[in-house]
């Protein structure tokens, strides 16, 4: 695909959103998925390899949070995998102060090439478990946002998100559109570990019938310290 079919589909979508991209921005996508598409082919970073459908499941997806976002917020995006959210959030949000936060090195090497390809800046990234970085003075509690996407059920996103948010912080929870069992499921975790739902926001992405769902989880008070708790245990056993 070339960049100016490319600029036409996302801003075609992105109207829909009212959302707007300069072409400096539109140029940094357009490598970006083009850097995504290469790498996948000696790692697995996506099952998504369509262009049509990188713009739309990847791109458009993740900026439908930034809405939630304040400005000159600290960001940690947790499980960033190929760097969604985090990416296309610092590219068109140059205010946010972004760390991305991955257990598979593979995956930061491939975000590494993508920050100095598209020179992006404050923007950091880990190699780390949820469950060992929450645990960190340097990351606990130090943060505005915490967000994730498609990493986990929400009691267990929970327990990785909350220890990095500040009191008064939000949790964005990037989620398909059936999301009200989990979030009962969920509801004593998200009290024990110091948050309280928000808002829940259901919507299809445009020009589409894929529906998603955005939970925000607001900070009230301090995480016990006993959580995150030790690797694996926040999957094999959600705090129920």
């Not at 993508?114 to 950091?124: A, C, G, S, T």
């Amino acid at each position: 695909m070339n960049i100016e079919e490319f600029s036409q589909i996302f801003k075609s979508y992105l109207k829909d959103l009212k959302l707007e991209l300069n072409e400096e921005q539109i140029q940094k996508f357009y490598t970006y998925m083009n850097l995504l598409i290469e790498w996948n082919e000696k790692i697995n970073l996506t099952a998504i390899t369509k262009p049509e459908e990188i713009i739309l499941k990847h791109f458009v997806d993740c900026l439908t949070i930034s809405k939630y976002i304040g400005k000159n917020s600290t960001l940690i995006d947790v499980g960033t995998g190929a760097g969604f959210p985090g990416i296309p959030l610092k590219i068109y949000r140059s205010d946010l102060k972004i760390t991305l936060m991955d257990s598979l090195n593979k995956r930061i090497n491939f975000l590494n090439e993508v920050i100095k390809d598209l020179k992006l800046e404050n923007i950091e990234t880990i190699h780390a478990r949820a469950e060992e970085l929450g645990k960190n003075k340097k990351y606990r509690e130090q943060f505005d946002i915490a967000t994730s996407r498609a990493v986990a059920n929400l009691s267990t996103l929970s327990e990785y998100l909350l220890p990095f948010i500040k009191v008064g912080g939000k949790c964005i929870c990037m989620k398909g559109a059936e999301v009200d069992d989990e979030l009962k499921t969920a509801s004593k975790a998200i009290e024990i570990l110091g948050g309280k739902l928000k808002n829940k926001d259901i919507f299809t992405l445009p020009q589409s019938d894929l529906g998603r769902s955005i939970i925000v989880l607001e900070k009230i008070k301090s995480t016990p310290g006993k959580f995150p708790r030790k690797p694996g245990t926040p999957a094999k056993e959600p705090i129920a």
